[in-house]
């Protein structure tokens, strides 16, 4: 398995290579996808793509934790945590290049 991490330069670099935008258009384009995303996120909404999987925001309650090394117990705030969840496809997908 490659420890190799794709960054947004790589995907624009795909975009321009696949479909043949400008190098500068499609690094906006690239931008403009990964702004939407986060600003549905941020207003608490969903986001799926399909045969990719979907985003969600979940909020977490309040609950007490324990310090592993001195067993202390610590009491963690709530919050919102993003969950993906990939779909079927491309569960598919990654269980046949094993």
């Known amino acids: 398995m490659s420890n190799q991490t794709i960054t947004r ?5 795909a975009v321009y ?3 043949g935008l400008s190098r500068n258009e499609s ?8 702004e939407e995303i ?10 799926k793509i399909s ?4 985003f969600s925001v979940r909020q977490k309650g309040e609950r ?4 592993p090394k001195t067993g202390v117990e610590v009491p963690i705030t709530p919050r919102k945590v993003l969950v ?6 491309l569960k598919s997908r990654i269980n046949e290049e094993e």
């Open 9 to 13: 330069a790589d995907l624009a670099e």
């Open 38 to 47: 986060s600003d549905t996120l941020v207003k608490g909404e969903n986001v």
């Open 84 to 89: 993906f969840r990939a779909s079927h496809v």
């Open 51 to 54: 045969s990719f999987g979907s």
């Open 27 to 34: 690094a906006d384009l690239v931008e403009a996808v990964l």
């Open 64 to 67: 007490i934790g324990r310090n």
């Open 17 to 19: 290579q696949e479909v």
